[in-house]
């Protein structure tokens, strides 16, 4: 199971940061993933924290956001710097499995950046 | 990293076959078998119904098939029913540890 929380309206330029609480499974050398949705629009892939330090990001948010887990918590968090109206979205975390499919999401966070 | 194409929507009348198309390239859907489909309905998180191009996760009905052919997936709907009234979005591994969904499609249920 996964449960995202932190999602909270901002103003540009300002931070937040989202966590993705697991269970059933240790974030210690798993693969999880942050897709976000904006309102009325598609999926997107924002960013995916492999084993280790490996991770990826999506262009429109390299050099902003920053993944990373929390093994004594078991998290997946997200830190977001610089947000941008355009970054306004529910994010959902979900589990990537070795084959590279979603098997478990979270119910997923609103995140809303307006002035 | 583009996101692959899938139709904007498609409908049937219950009971009948759809086919919802998710075209890529070489380097995303032609070159990896991992092509997964998800459905999500309104308000909800996405759902996996299909991984590994044909493969069912279990509890998932068989109604639901997956296929691909060069750089198009497929995803067949047969038996439609009302509860399939959803959206639909393919995914796939893209390489430099990025993965790739589709446009989405909005299935509609006549």
């Known amino acids: 199971q996964l449960v995202e929380s932190g999602g909270d309206l901002v103003q540009p330029g300002e931070s937040l940061r989202l966590s993705c609480a697991v269970s059933?499974?240790?974030?210690?050398?798993?693969?999880v993933g942050w897709v976000r949705q904006a309102p009325g629009k598609g999926l997107e892939w924002v960013s995916i924290l492999y084993s280790g330090d490996s991770a990826y990001y999506a262009d429109s948010v390299k050099g902003r956001f920053t993944v990373s887990r929390d093994i004594s918590k078991n998290t997946v968090d997200l830190q977001m710097n610089s947000l941008r109206a355009e970054d306004t979205a529910v994010y959902y975390c979900?589990?990537?499995?070795?084959?590279?499919?979603?098997?478990?999401w979270g119910q997923g966070t609103l995140v809303t950046v307006s002035s | 990293q583009s996101a692959l194409t899938q139709p904007a929507s498609v409908s049937g009348s219950r009971g009948q076959s759809i086919t919802i198309s998710c075209t890529g390239t070489s380097s995303d859907v032609g070159g990896y078998n991992v092509v997964s489909w998800y459905q999500q309905h309104p308000g909800n998180a996405p759902k996996l119904i299909i991984y590994q191009v044909n493969r069912r996760p279990s509890g998932v009905s068989d109604r639901f098939s997956g296929s691909k052919s060069g750089n198009t997936a497929s995803l067949t709907i047969s038996g439609l029913q009302s509860d399939d009234a959803a959206d639909y979005y393919c995914?796939?591994?893209?390489?430099?540890?990025?993965?790739?969904f589709g446009t989405g499609t909005k299935v509609t249920v006549l």
């Open positions: 059933g499974f240790n974030v210690n050398g798993r693969y």
């Open positions: 979900a589990r990537v499995m070795s084959y590279y499919f979603c098997e478990d």
């Open positions: 995914c796939t591994w893209a390489g430099g540890g990025s993965l790739v």
